[in-house]
Nanobody, 126 residues
Framework: QVQLVESGGGLVQAGGSLRLSCAASGRTSSSYTMGWFRQAPGKEREFVAAISRSGRSTSYADSVEGRATISRDNAKNTVDLQLNSLNAEDTAVYYC???????????????????WGQGTQVTVSS
């Protein structure tokens, strides 16, 4: 089992950047595919980015492709999400998640993830 805690959210102006961080404790995070998801008010939780256990493979939602970078440091048990050129549509609660099965084929699917953090709010002002 793994516990996840997100940090780094906040209020940012449109066009700005944020770096979200997820700290994992418990079972080593290198055993998990890690993902970032987000949920805006009134909307379903959606995939943002994922990174494989080794860190060699990454995947991004079309909405953040080219503006987001996911990275992990297995020695520190952390996973980061750098978001650039933020716009109002990026406003949401951002969640870190861990997939214990580690199957890269389902890394984009919300239900594939077993463990979730409490979320961190990102608000982009125009």
């Amino acid at each position: 089992q793994v516990q996840l805690v997100e940090s780094g959210g906040g209020l940012v102006q449109a066009g700005g950047s944020l770096r979200l961080s997820c700290a994992a404790s418990g079972r080593t995070s290198s055993s998990y595919t890690m993902g970032w998801f987000r949920q805006a008010p009134g909307k379903e939780r959606e995939f943002v980015a994922a990174i494989s256990r080794s860190g060699r493979s990454t995947s991004y939602a079309d909405s953040v492709e080219g503006r987001a970078t996911i990275s992990r440091d297995n020695a520190k048990n952390t996973v980061d999400l750098q978001l650039n050129s933020l716009n109002a549509e990026d406003t949401a609660v951002y969640y870190c998640a861990a997939d214990g099965d580690g199957s890269w084929a389902v890394a984009l699917i919300t239900s594939a993830y077993d463990y979730w953090g409490q979320g961190t709010q990102v608000t982009v002002s125009s």
